[in-house]
């Protein structure tokens, strides 16, 4: 099915541990986001890529870094996991026409 | 104050009834204005698009942008169990970066 992909779907880390987050779509998208999804606040965006080959931070960039791989793939990694970094993290890709963001079914990440 | 304001209710109706939904926000340069709905452990799914002021009528949904008061609204007309879930608002200046509202969740009793 046509959409975005993400990887895992659930994960419990340890305080200190990394893990990265991979996210693919097949829509021949140009820009892709990580946001995160906590209760009261929305979504937040971590960072965003709108081309291949380039990165910018968003709102809450702290903790993560994310690489964009190739136009299909953008990979989110927390280097070293805290606490506050448990959330639902939500992968979106959007066309060169716009017109919203196509999002990826999220990873829910416990760090305890 | 958050850029984007929406109240997370909860909002429990009967079936039938119509659902009113709204937004604030401050940045005056939003132009692209977008409502999402997401179900329990889902991913956010895109409802409805407009672009600037003005109405757009979808089968039972219609959005509403007054860019003069900074307020967007959406409505769901003869409303269905199957319509529960959380109704997320988000706006852009360039189509790209959404800004979100935290997001309004509704409950359509049968």
């Known amino acids: 099915n046509a959409g975005v992909t993400q990887t895992p779907k659930f994960q419990v880390l340890k305080t200190g541990q990394s893990m990265t987050l991979q996210c693919a779509q097949d829509?021949?998208?140009?820009?892709m986001y990580w946001y995160r999804q906590d209760p009261g606040m929305g979504l937040r965006l971590i960072y965003y890529?709108?081309?291949?080959?380039?990165?910018d931070k968003g709102e809450v960039p702290n903790g993560y870094n994310v690489s964009r791989l190739n136009k299909r793939e953008f990979s989110l990694r927390l280097e070293s996991a805290a606490p506050s970094q448990t959330s639902v993290y939500f992968c979106?890709?959007?066309?060169?026409?716009?017109?919203?963001?196509?999002f990826g079914s999220g990873t829910r990440l416990t760090v305890v | 104050q958050k850029e984007v304001e929406q109240d997370p209710g909860p909002l429990s109706v009967p079936e039938g009834a119509i659902v009113s939904l709204n937004c604030t926000y401050s940045?005056?340069?939003?132009?692209?204005f977008m409502w999402y709905r997401q179900y329990s452990r889902k991913g956010p799914e895109l409802l409805m698009y407009?672009?600037?002021?003005g109405n757009k009528e979808d089968g039972r949904f219609t959005a509403q942008v007054d860019k003069s008061s900074k307020y967007i609204s959406l409505f769901i007309r003869d409303s269905q169990p199957s319509d529960s879930a959380t109704y997320l608002c988000?706006?852009?200046?360039?189509?790209?970066?959404?800004?979100f509202g935290a997001g309004t969740t509704v409950t359509v009793r049968a």
């Open positions: 829509m021949n998208h140009n820009s």
């Open positions: 890529s709108a081309s291949e080959g380039t990165t």
């Open positions: 988000a706006m852009s200046e360039d189509d790209y970066k959404l800004s």
């Open positions: 940045n005056s340069a939003f132009q692209y």
């Open positions: 979106a890709s959007t066309g060169t026409g716009g017109r919203g963001y196509t």
């Open positions: 407009t672009y600037s002021s």
